[in-house]
Structures are given as C-alpha cells and as structure tokens.
C-alpha cells in the first residue's frame, strides 16, 4: 500500500511540475484515454494468470 501511496504522491507532484511549466502531461488527458490505459494493464494482468 505504501507503494502506491508513494506513486500516486509521485505523480501529484511530477503533474504539478509539468503545469508550472506549461507543458503537455505525458499521459491521456481524458477519461477514455486513462482507461485505455487500464484496459492495457488489466488485459496483462490476465494473460499472465491464465496462461
């Protein structure tokens, strides 16, 4: 759980950083774009423990 805590805490600041600075977020500034993302994950998730 710390991980993830870290990470998200990691990404709050690095994101406000890219906004200070005025430039494009590295990541899908939209909700389908996140979950694509997710999608990607999960479809890993799941090859990996079924096959």
């Known amino acids: 759980m ?3 805590l870290l990470s998200g ?3 709050f ?3 406000s950083i ?3 600075l ?3 977020i590295p990541a899908p500034p939209n909700l389908a774009g996140i979950m ?3 999608g990607i994950y999960l479809g ?3 090859f ?3 096959f």
Do not use: D, E, Q, W
Request: charged fraction near 5%; hydrophobic fraction near 55%; proline fraction near 4%.
């Open 22 to 24: 005025n430039l494009p």
């Open 44 to 46: 890993y998730l799941a």
């Open 36 to 38: 694509g993302v997710v």
């Open 48 to 50: 990996n423990t079924f």
């Open 2 to 4: 710390r991980v993830v």
């Open 9 to 11: 805490l990691s990404g």
């Open 13 to 15: 600041i690095l994101g």
């Open 18 to 20: 890219f906004s200070m």
